[in-house]
């Protein structure tokens, strides 16, 4: 019987253990006025940083210029096999006064397979909304835009090729590669 009584005993106070684990609410109770209590709150907002330069998604939009004339006649705009102009979008999520470079490398110049290359500042490009006209420059790290702060920033690119120099026939290609960085 005794043994019993302990075991009872022990049930009881395991059940009053669970019950009173720590709760992250305030309580009150009391007489019949009203009750206040408070209830605290936390968002936690990482760093994030999100950037498209054409079509939304996993397809890389290619820039296709036909040139139909002679060089120095005219620069030739692009057409896109997404949206045109193409649509631009730098997102940033950052702590005050943290600075948003986007940048492109435009390094590695286009070429036709055989050994005739295209350097990429025969390239330029309007820009829309919040982002600047400017053109290639051949390098790895151009910087094309900053932003400071937290921002949502969109706009568009609509490309030409200068057409200004002669250049083997043939079908050039290339890619830039576009990164949006915070220190």
Do not use: H
Not at 1 to 25: D, E, H, Q, W
Not at 35 to 63: E, R, W
Not at 65 to 82: E, I, K, Q, R
Not at 157 to 175: C, P, V
């Amino acid at each position: 019987m005794k043994l019993m009584r302990i075991l009872v005993v022990i049930l009881s106070l395991t059940g009053f253990l669970c019950y009173s684990s720590p709760v992250n609410a305030e309580s009150s109770s009391g007489g019949a006025g009203p009750l206040s209590v408070n209830l605290d709150f936390a968002v936690n907002i990482p760093t994030l940083l999100f950037l498209q330069v054409g079509t939304a998604g996993a397809t890389v939009d290619t820039i296709t210029f036909d040139v139909l004339d002679v060089p120095g006649t005219g620069s030739v705009t692009g057409v896109s096999s997404g949206a045109n102009p193409v649509p631009v979008r730098a997102v940033s999520t950052v702590n005050a006064g943290s600075t948003i470079t986007l940048t492109a490398d435009s390094s590695i110049a286009l070429d036709d397979g055989t050994g005739n290359t295209i350097p990429f500042n025969e390239i330029s490009w309007v820009g829309g909304g919040d982002f600047a006209s400017n053109t290639f420059d051949g390098t790895a790290a151009q910087v094309l835009e900053t932003f400071t702060d937290s921002s949502d920033n969109n706009g568009t690119y609509l490309f030409a090729y200068d057409n200004d120099t002669q250049y083997s026939a043939g079908t050039y290609s290339g890619t830039v590669v576009y990164t949006l960085s915070s220190p």
